[in-house]
């Protein structure tokens, strides 16, 4: 479904990912985890087309999506939650979500999005009309995901998800993507919370200083000690 070939990113003249290619299949839940300043964040805005690649390709279904603008990415079927939520706080949270289903195939099926993610987020159907600023950051998050959801994808971009959130809604959180995952929706996670990431990962990339330095089953990774020790800090 999602591949990505050989690619490059830079900020400036510093390159910050090189030589990375990936896959992602229908259905399935990818982790990518690593160091700070690894170029986790990088690469996942690369793939959502928020930044430029200078090389390589990004296909979806075989189409190239390396020349398109960015607003047709999800139009091609890829939303992302992004780092920090990035809702507009004084908009209500109907609205928040509203705005992930512009794309003419989601507005028509706007209703219908509204109510799965109002099922998968009850606390997000009591706060519909409230301003999305009110709202704990838990609650934040679950908007950004729903807003995300919105779109109908085919895939779903999570750029640290749990960053800021208490420890006690962490774990709810987790069990949310995975059901993302559950109901059929392919997922690519980049998170800072190594050991909760494998635990709901089917397969799992190291990312270091911009390139993957291992890749494969999380519990295989999870044996191997000098990944342990060196990248996954446990």
């Not at 830079?10 to 299949?25: E, F, H, K, R």
């Not at 920090?84 to 908009?91: A, C, D, K, Q």
């Not at 993507?177 to 997922?187: F, L, M, P, Q, S």
């Amino acid at each position: 479904m999602l591949e990505a070939r050989d690619l490059e990113v830079d900020y400036g003249a510093a390159p910050a990912v090189w030589g990375v290619s990936l896959d992602i299949s229908p259905g399935e839940l990818v982790c990518i985890v690593g160091p700070n300043g690894a170029g986790k964040s990088t690469l996942i805005n690369a793939l959502a087309g928020l930044h430029r690649i200078s090389a390589g390709r990004i296909t979806m279904d075989g189409r190239d999506l390396t020349a398109l603008p960015t607003h047709r990415y999800c139009s091609a079927g890829i939303a992302i939650v992004p780092e920090g939520r990035r809702l507009f706080t004084r908009m209500s949270v109907r609205e928040n979500l509203a705005i992930g289903s512009y794309a003419p195939a989601a507005r028509h099926e706007r209703a219908r999005t509204l109510e799965r993610v109002c099922s998968l987020f009850p606390a997000v159907r009591d706060k519909l009309d409230a301003p999305a600023g009110a709202l704990s950051g838990g609650q934040q998050q679950m908007v950004a995901i729903g807003r995300a959801l919105m779109a109908r994808p085919r895939i779903v971009l999570f750029d640290e998800p749990s960053l800021g959130l208490a420890p006690t809604v962490v774990d709810d959180m987790f069990e949310i993507i995975a059901r993302v995952r559950d109901e059929g929706t392919a997922v690519l996670l980049v998170e800072q919370n190594v050991l909760k990431a494998l635990d709901i990962a089917d397969r799992a990339y190291v990312l270091e200083q911009g390139r993957f330095v291992a890749q494969g089953l999380p519990a295989d990774l999870l044996k191997q000690p000098q990944i342990r020790e060196a990248y996954l800090g446990v």
